[in-house]
């Protein structure tokens, strides 16, 4: 459903000199601080009988205006000095100095977002804002928990709760002080972290979330910051996490972490010896099958074997027939110049192979078995990346591989589907470091 912005963006000019000429002069004054109208989908509450609301956004998603217009609607009566639904808010932030800043006088904080007749009074020595109506709003640091032991209130906002380092003591005694009322409720905004505190409210029966990646508020978002990070960021595990606002979960006694793979990240690749593409062939097609894996690596294979290095170059994974995924596997080995594709060849034995050479009959291949189940054959690649040599090409098209290399643990792989994308990067390490390193022979010295 588009919003009223949404719609005066894309409607011809004389529809839009119609809508507003059609308005009175109060409803033409009024109309800028209609949060109703201009809002994006994700910045409105939902409907139904929740305790907390979860914006989940990227940075720039628009997730301060959406707390902001929340407060304002809850504490706001129809006319300036009439009560609201609520008469005493919380707003929680990371620090003190961030609440006032952010929430209070940011270009998206209460202020700004409040029309004159209605414009709260911000009193320094008490921190807290006070309405015309007499709704009270109190400045809290989660730094300072037990500040909140003792207020009570009937709503509250929470900011960016994901980066608290009290936030589990911060977020209880909250839940405490939100005793004013009928049905008490909470906003928090904030961009997804790994932090229990937030697992734990998301999956609760009384939470409802609204989502949205920082593109979403592009409109309001200068183009070359969106270049930029999409440029250096995109596809990436933070990436993810910090521009599409998705969370990302490591799993308890993960082979690999978020901070692992970010500091395997490099911005170009040397001159490399060998190039493979592995494949890990989906066993099913159709709208219900898995993802054939399908990644790009490569080896700079000088020196002792504890010397070389590996650089995972591409994710190519798709989902389709057998004869799709032949041709992209085929394609990346053009794209790349690989020597080899290698597939994992337990399910489909030769069928696989002849599948791929209908699509070039002379591509060097090389099918494996695997003797051992995923997470063994993971580990001895997952204490590669642990010593530093592996490598990850800075992209695009590996976000979803580190989420799935996240999710793999000794237990087994902890994710929804099949780890398809990080079984093709295991046989890729292996064909290119683990089994040349099994048979390489050190030269011998010659005698004086």
């Known amino acids: ?55 989940l956004g990227g940075r720039g998603a628009g997730k301060t205006r959406a707390g902001s217009e929340w407060v304002r609607a809850r504490v706001e009566g129809a006319v300036p000095d009439a009560p609201g639904a609520c008469s005493r808010v919380a707003l929680v932030g990371e620090t003190f100095d961030q609440v006032r800043e ?27 804002l006070v309405w015309p109506n007499g709704a009270v709003a109190m400045a809290f640091s989660a730094h300072e928990p037990e500040a909140l032991r003792g207020p009570q209130f009937d709503a509250a906002w929470v900011d960016e709760l994901a980066k608290w380092k009290k936030a589990e003591a911060a977020w209880d005694m909250l839940q405490f002080a939100l005793r004013l009322g009928d049905h008490p409720q909470q906003v928090v905004t904030t961009t997804p972290k790994n932090v229990e505190v937030l697992k734990r409210i998301l999956h609760s029966a009384s939470t409802v979330t609204t989502h949205a990646p920082t593109d979403a508020n592009r409109a309001y978002l200068a183009e070359s910051f969106l270049a930029e990070v999409a440029a250096r960021y995109g596809g990436t595990r933070l990436g993810r996490q910090e521009l599409e606002g998705v969370l990302l979960e490591d799993v308890e006694g993960a082979l690999w972490t978020g901070e692992m793979v970010e500091s395997a990240r ?31 690596a490569g080896v700079v294979a000088q020196g002792a074997p504890s010397d ?79 010593q530093g040599r592996v490598k990850h090409l800075r992209g695009p098209s590996l976000g979803v591989l580190e989420d799935q290399m996240c999710r793999m643990s000794l237990r087994g792989y902890q994710g929804k589907g099949s780890p398809d994308r990080l079984d093709a990067m295991v046989w890729a390490i292996h064909a290119l470091m683990i089994e040349p390193a099994g048979s390489y022979r050190r030269p011998r010295m010659r005698g004086l």
Not at 22 to 33: H, K, V
Not at 272 to 290: E, H, I, K, W
Request: hydrophobic share 45%.
């Open 266 to 296: 490099v911005d170009r690749l040397p001159t490399l010896d060998r190039v493979v593409v592995a494949l890990d062939p989906a066993v099913s097609s159709g709208a219900q099958s898995d993802e054939c894996g399908i990644v790009v």
């Open 1 to 55: 459903m588009k919003s009223g912005a949404a719609w005066l963006a894309s409607a011809a000019p004389q529809e839009v000199d119609a809508f507003l000429e059609g308005l009175s002069d109060n409803a033409l004054a009024s109309l800028p601080w209609l949060f109703e109208f201009w809002a994006l989908p994700h910045q409105l509450p939902p409907e139904g009988d929740w305790k907390s609301w979860v914006i």
């Open 308 to 386: 070389w290095r590996a650089y995972v170059i591409e994710d190519a994974s798709v989902k389709g027939s057998p004869l799709d995924w032949a041709r992209a596997a085929i394609a990346a080995m053009d794209r790349h110049k690989a020597e080899r594709l290698v597939a994992e060849v337990n399910q489909g034995g030769d069928l696989i192979e002849s599948v791929i050479r209908q699509v070039d009959p002379l591509v060097p291949f090389r099918g494996l078995r695997a003797g051992r189940g995923k997470a063994l054959r993971a580990e001895p690649v997952a204490a590669l990346y642990e």
């Open 102 to 128: 952010v929430m209070v006088f940011g270009d998206s904080g209460i202020l700004a977002c409040s029309p004159p007749d209605r414009r709260p009074v911000w009193e320094a020595t008490r921190r807290r």
